[in-house]
């Protein structure tokens, strides 16, 4: 997961529609055929509002991902292919490309419907803007030294994709991917000059919660509580050590947990604004009590997973 930024300058088109038969509109004076068409044309302020925010993110996005990444660093287009789950991150960058996708494109849909717009649009704009990001991205890499990588280009689509199918078979909404972090132990030890969150694998745990209480049959409901989930995590150990002492006797290992997430969309929240800023951070994991296994060691209790 190379890059977190938006890359895609933009302008939203959404339209909302209006039809009259002959004889009704030919019923209406010319004043009145005015009105409504401005009225058609016309977004509201909330609506504006969250136009121009998205296009001036999306430029600065671009502007950054310029700077950082592709500026005096041009070459010949390159496709690679680095391994997939097999490769220098046992697959960390991937789930990495295929959250960030899942989660934008579920942002980006909650904050379309805040503005009210239309479910077509919500549903449409969510899934192309995200994607286009992605492409245009993986498409820049190929002229740079990071190449073209199809395995993240085809996680960044999945990611989308889930979500999209999340809209669409409402029994899907029970299990939502969700991310944690928290410093790894070779920055925790050291000094963080050389941190950066995208490169941290070993703080990274990718997250996938069950609704138990919302899948249970009926009867069943009261034994699980509303309030809570059973995640279950993918993480990796010693990425840092094996990359900054290399060859010093550090493998990296994969992780795996199984533990409590909080399910905060059970949470009954009046207010529309603050219920869509909760949907927002679920895709959040917090810490909680579970179970842990590196490599082929033993299942180990933690009271707070962390990495």
Known sequence: MKKQFVLLLLVLFFKTGYSQNDSAVAALDQTEIDTLANKKKQFTTKQKIIIASLVAQQAASLYLEYKWWWQDNYHPFIIYND????NYSLGMDKLGHFYVSYMYSNVLYELLKYGEFKEKNCLLVSAVIPFAWALSIEVGDGFSSYNFSPADLLANTLGIGYAFAQKKVPYLQNFKFKFSYFPGQYYRENDFKNWSLTADYDGHIYWLA????????????????????????YGVKNFSESYFYANQGYAIQREFFIGIDYNLNAIPIKNYSAKTAVKMIDYFHFPAPGIKKTGGGNW?????LLN
């Open 83 to 86: 391994g997939g789950f097999n």
């Open 210 to 233: 069950a609704d138990v209480h919302n899948i249970l049959p009926k009867k069943a409901k009261g034994f699980w509580p509303k309030y809570l989930n059973l995640s279950f995590g």
């Open 300 to 304: 180990q209790f933690k009271p707070l």
